[in-house]
T-cell receptor, first 113, second 109 residues
Framework: DGGITQSPKYLFRKEGQNVTLSCEQNLNHDAMYWYRQDPGQGLRLIYYSQIVNDFQKGDIAEGYSVSREKKESFPLTVTSAQKNPTAFYLC????????????FGPGTRLTVT | GQQVMQIPQYQHVQEGEDFTTYCNSSTTLSNIQWYKQRPGGHPVFLIQLVKSGEVKKQKRLTFQFGEAKKNSSLHITATQTTDVGTYFCAGRGSEKLVFGKGMKLTVNP
């Protein structure tokens, strides 16, 4: 069964802690993306990666970090430097970058108190 | 940078009504995509338009790409409660796909 998995579905953290969100795909896609979704804000691009060991900042990368050590995995770390981390985080993949549709994972809802 | 704007941001219709929502880009696009996100769900790809003036239909949904490839529309005929959700357009300029803020549709049964 091909697709994108994100875990966990809900995540709670205390302010000041770093937290890593998981994203795995078995679609053999080269490109992967992280978006943040807030009410009324649509989808805002955090980071994207076109190929293993390479990634680029999106529109709102400050306070976030990523790695792409394997084609199928693109974890996102929300650092303590991110001022408003509470949000719905969506991971997506496509092949190749921008030309074809993006497949989204089910998302992780992060709450930081 | 490239911007994609959707209007209206919210739409409330009576079941059975028709309506149209619009997507406008600040730059010429190589393609435009539409996605639907059901409440509590994640965006799901609906369609991609590539050619100038292209029109595609999916049952009661009609998608159009403008002649200048800078705008697009989604027309829903005889709206049903199953159409509820947020519809995003996403335009590709030179490289990345840029999403609009979405149009949230609610339907009164």
């Amino acid at each position: 069964d091909g697709g994108i998995t994100q875990s966990p579905k809900y995540l709670f953290r205390k302010e000041g802690q770093n937290v890593t969100l998981s994203c795995e795909q078995n679609l053999n896609h080269d490109a992967m993306y992280w978006y943040r979704q807030d009410p009324g804000q649509g989808l805002r691009l955090i980071y994207y990666s076109q190929i293993v060991n390479d990634f680029q900042k999106g529109d709102i990368a400050e306070g976030y970090s990523v790695s792409r050590e394997k084609k199928e995995s693109f974890p996102l770390t929300v650092t303590s430097a991110q001022k408003n981390p509470t949000a719905f985080y969506l991971c997506a993949s496509s092949n190749p970058l921008g030309a074809y549709e993006q497949y989204f994972g089910p998302g992780t809802r992060l709450t930081v108190t | 940078g490239q911007q994609v704007m959707q209007i209206p941001q919210y739409q409330h219709v009576q079941e059975g009504e028709d309506f149209t929502t619009y997507c406008n880009s600040s730059t010429t696009l190589s393609n435009i995509q539409w996605y639907k996100q059901r409440p509590g769900g994640h965006p799901v790809f609906l369609i991609q338009l590539v050619k100038s003036g292209e029109v595609k239909k999916q049952k009661r949904l009609t998608f159009q790409f403008g002649e200048a490839k800078k705008n697009s529309s989604l027309h829903i005929t005889a709206t049903q409660t199953t159409d509820v959700g947020t519809y995003f357009c996403a335009g590709r300029g030179s490289e990345k796909l840029v999403f609009g803020k979405g149009m949230k549709l609610t339907v009164n049964p």
